[in-house]
């Protein structure tokens, strides 16, 4: 089974080929069994492939062809696998077949059915290609391929130019990470002379000290490229907006898989990233302040996918921490659990719209707890798991985070601090939007009810959201270990309990109402900050004044083609000589007689000057 | 004092010439450049060339300038002509073409003034020109003759009166 | 009778003063006419010039270039007012200015 590995990434591939080749021809229930049904197949392959590992549990590695050789570089087309990968495939494969399936139902209206479920397909081929490259320059073509893709699906309803102009901030975002991305790649080559992941890490490590300028910038510049991709600060602005594609989509790229991929591409290259603690620290940093960024924003937002996707920038932070910590394993645990109920609330929450007529806004909700009961516990599970409530898949996956934090000399305590305020706003604004959304009183009615397509992968999601928690990772053999002492009992009971406070302050405000935030909100300091957090600190107008305005500015100026205005000079002195000269002669006689005069003075001049 | 004599018709010539070209009636200027050709011509009899002198005064003056003046009745312009002579003689004209003249003037005599030599004083008789135009230069007799052959011809063509007076097209 | 013996340097400046003179006629002049007497003046002191030279060398030469000079002048003198002519004809007066066209 190990040998046809490359089915796992091809059979997704070939449903986007035959979708886009068939474009309007096949009938409805094709298009959705070759979509969904190839991802299917997929995951089946994946679980085969599982199956076939767990007999041998050492790294393999199928190579197919060579994709170039120029001089010593060597680009293959080969997979990797490991528990790494598998965790990964299983994910990819897993998550995409429910979110599939899903999207049988929730776009069985729209006109272009067609192109969805190709690029959705598209989508999962380019990720699962990310996930099993063995050398970079493969991993680079899968990061390309699905930022293309999210492009395209977030732009999917492009006939609303909104629509086409949050795929391009999307596309344009993440390319400033994938331009730092790239950068890294060039020096990493240039330096190593390879870009195969194992090789490369050999040769570094024999190479370089930890604390090696070069790693410390090599590192940096693939730090960038996750920042981007996994939508961390500075460049995580586009995935707010990125909700106005589709909602699967969202569950997909955003939830799920794409947004991880950066947290991947950390984990796959974690020793060169153990070379360079300082970039290792600022993996921390900004795992740290996103997590409290996208908490505080989450909390003033009233459009349902909006929070959601806050949280997901949160949750994002959290593994970037665990990873700035050295909680490898651990950050990728929390990766998988995140995408179990991150995928289920996207998709509950796509329920909830879909069964509202398109109804966004949380304030002009309520009550659905008796309409739509199996979106109610879907929700009610999903938001669970998120604030890390005890026993939840996410409340083991964040006690390991917030444990490891803990224990990392020196500023330790400090990032554990910061990461338990924010489990704190998390579980406040998760049980806000279910509060708000599922209690009191109804104010839109829900026009129909979710079919088998939408409640079966809501139900399995709720499953795996409950137990997933309980899944071993094979990961030990990838990762090095992390410290083993144990921190003090005390720190434990308080990372268990600040979610349940959380818990608590969310109903005394949303649904007991015996605290009102209205009255905090009305103040003028109150009402400051909520504009403040509502626009997400600010950073979109920061940005839109820092580089859009100059930007355009500059493009206006080179409008006119400055540039050409030195060869227009040339152009124009020749034609101001040439009219100048045809200005003499103007056929007068007198004026003829007169130059010739004058010829002859100057003549006899020179003569008589050199003579 | 027979040199003094070079010198007088010398001034003569000079000072009808500038007088010949700076008058408005054209008959004037004519009678002006006559007096100036008789005064070179004399210059030519001080300088020992007769024939020379005597071509002068039979050519120049008695059939160009005569040519000149039957041109200028013909014309007719009469008082209107004058008028519009004094009218572009307007002093700022004379401005430029002095100071050029002037500069040219100035490097011309620059350059005759290294010469230091004298008029060697022989008359050179219109028998000896007869020998040299007919000995050496017979040729250039020829081609002198083929050029008035073509003025005769050219004069007479270019100064025909055409029917066709639209466009001016040439027959 | 014999020629007097005048410096030379005298006669050539006289000439150029002849020259310039017809030289200033020429540049300022608007009529024809005096554009042409202009011609015949410059044309002149060159004929001054030559048979000064030839009574410097004693010899015919001068004398001879002075008659080819004169059948120049004749030609040229005959041409241009046949020319007069036609622009009288053509513009009504006898501005030089009229002739233009083949300005750039």
């Known amino acids: 089974m190990l040998e046809l590995i490359w089915l796992i990434p091809l059979l997704p591939l070939a449903g986007a080929t035959v979708l886009m080749c068939g474009a309007g021809q096949l009938p409805r229930s094709l298009v959705a069994g070759i979509g969904v049904g190839s991802v299917g197949l997929s995951a089946l392959c994946v679980l085969l492939t599982a199956l076939a590992w767990q007999d041998n549990p050492a790294p393999y590695q199928l190579h197919l062809w060579t994709w170039m050789q120029v001089d010593n570089l060597v680009a293959e087309v080969s997979f990797y696998l490991d528990g790494l990968t598998l965790v990964m495939m299983s994910v990819i494969t897993g998550v995409g077949f429910l979110i599939h399936l899903y999207s049988a139902e929730f776009m069985a209206d729209d006109a272009s059915f067609n192109r969805y479920f190709a690029y959705l397909n598209l989508f999962v081929a380019a990720m699962l290609i990310l996930v099993m490259a063995d050398n970079l320059l493969l991993l680079y073509l899968g990061w390309e391929g699905v930022g293309v893709c999210s492009y395209l699906l977030v732009g999917f309803w492009y006939q609303d130019p909104a629509n086409g102009a949050a795929a391009r901030k999307a596309f344009i975002v993440t390319r400033i990470g994938d331009t730092a991305m790239a950068l890294g790649l060039f020096l990493l080559f240039a330096e190593l002379g390879t870009l195969n992941i194992q090789a490369m890490t050999g040769i570094a490590v024999e190479r370089w000290l930890p604390g090696d300028s070069m790693a410390v910038l090599a590192t940096a510049l693939l730090l960038g490229g996750a920042v981007g991709k996994s939508a961390q600060l500075p460049l995580h602005t586009w995935l707010p907006d990125a909700m106005a594609g589709p909602t699967p989509v969202s569950a997909l790229i955003h939830a799920a898989t794409m947004v991880t991929a950066g947290v991947y591409l950390i984990a796959r290259t974690h020793e060169l990233f153990l070379l360079a603690p300082a970039t290792l620290f600022a993996v921390a940093l900004i795992g740290l302040f996103t997590l409290l960024l996208a908490g505080f924003t989450a909390l003033n937002q009233h459009d349902i996918k909006r929070i959601l996707a806050y949280s997901t920038i949160s949750q994002i932070g959290y593994m970037f921490l665990a990873l700035g910590v050295g909680a490898w394993s651990a950050g990728i645990f929390h990766l998988m659990t995140h995408a179990f109920f991150k995928a289920l609330l996207f998709l509950a929450a796509g329920a909830v719209i879909h069964c509202l007529h398109h109804e966004h806004n949380i304030f002009r909700m309520g009550g659905l707890r008796t309409r739509l009961p199996i979106v109610f516990w879907s929700f009610l599970i999903g938001s669970a798991a998120l604030a890390a409530l005890p026993f939840t898949s996410g409340f083991f996956s964040k006690d390991q985070i917030l444990l490891a934090a803990y224990q990392l000399p020196g500023t330790g305590p400090w990032l554990w601090a910061g990461a338990l305020l924010g489990a704190f706003l998390t579980a406040l604004y998760s049980f806000r939007l279910v509060f708000l959304v599922f209690f009191g009183e109804a104010q839109t009615e829900p026009d129909r009810q979710p079919g088998w397509r939408i409640s079966w992968p809501l139900a399995i999601l709720c499953i795996l959201s409950l137990l997933g928690g309980w899944i071993a990772l094979p990961l030990a053999p990838v990762f090095p270990a992390t410290g083993g002492h144990h921190p003090p009992a005390v720190i434990e009971w308080i990372s268990i309990s600040i979610p349940l406070f959380g818990l608590a302050l969310a109903y005394l405000l949303y649904l007991g109402n015996q605290l009102s935030a209205d009255k905090l909100v009305a103040s003028a300091l109150g009402r400051q900050l909520r504009e403040f957090w509502h626009s997400g600190w600010r950073l979109d107008d920061l940005y839109d004044w820092l580089w859009v305005r100059p930007y355009q500015a500059i493009c206006r100026s080179l409008r006119n083609e400055p540039v050409d205005l030195f060869y227009n000079l040339v152009v124009q002195i020749n034609i101001a000589m040439h009219q100048g000269f045809s200005e003499t002669q103007t056929g007068r006689l007198r004026w003829y007689a007169t130059s010739m005069v004058t010829g002859l003075i100057l003549l006899l001049g020179i003569v008589l000057g050199a003579g | 004092m027979m040199e003094s004599l070079f010198y007088i018709a010398a001034f003569v010539a000079l000072f009808s010439t500038l007088q010949a070209l700076s008058r408005s009636n054209a008959i004037h200027a004519l009678i002006y450049l006559i007096i100036s050709l008789l005064a070179v011509a004399v210059i030519f009899f001080l300088l020992g060339a007769p024939f020379a002198a005597a071509l002068e005064i039979v050519i120049y003056a008695g059939a160009i300038m005569v040519l000149f003046v039957f041109v200028i009745m013909m014309l007719n312009l009469g008082e209107a002509g004058d008028l519009r002579e004094r009218q572009w003689l307007q002093p700022r004209v004379w401005f430029i073409p002095a100071i050029l003249a002037a500069v040219l003037l100035a490097e011309l005599l620059i350059v005759e003034a290294e010469v230091a030599a004298y008029t060697r004083g022989v008359e050179v008789s219109p028998k000896e020109v007869g020998l040299t135009l007919f000995g050496p230069y017979v040729l250039a007799v020829e081609l002198a003759s083929m050029l008035l052959l073509a003025g005769l011809v050219g004069a007479y063509h270019v100064g025909r009166r055409f029917i066709d007076r639209t466009g001016g097209g040439e027959r | ?104």
């Open chain 3, 1 to 104: 009778m014999d020629g007097l013996q005048i410096p030379f340097e005298h006669v050539l400046v006289l000439a150029t003063l002849l020259f310039t003179a017809g030289l200033v006629g020429l540049m300022v002049r608007r009529n024809i006419i005096f554009i042409l007497m202009s011609l015949e003046v410059m044309l002149n002191s060159a004929a001054l010039v030559f048979v000064a030279a030839g009574a410097y060398w004693g010899q015919a030469d001068g004398q001879v270039v002075f008659l080819l000079i004169l059948a120049v002048a004749a030609a040229e003198v005959s041409v241009g007012l046949g020319l007069v002519l036609q622009v009288q004809r053509r513009f009504r007066n006898l501005d030089m200015d009229n002739a233009n066209r083949l300005r750039g």
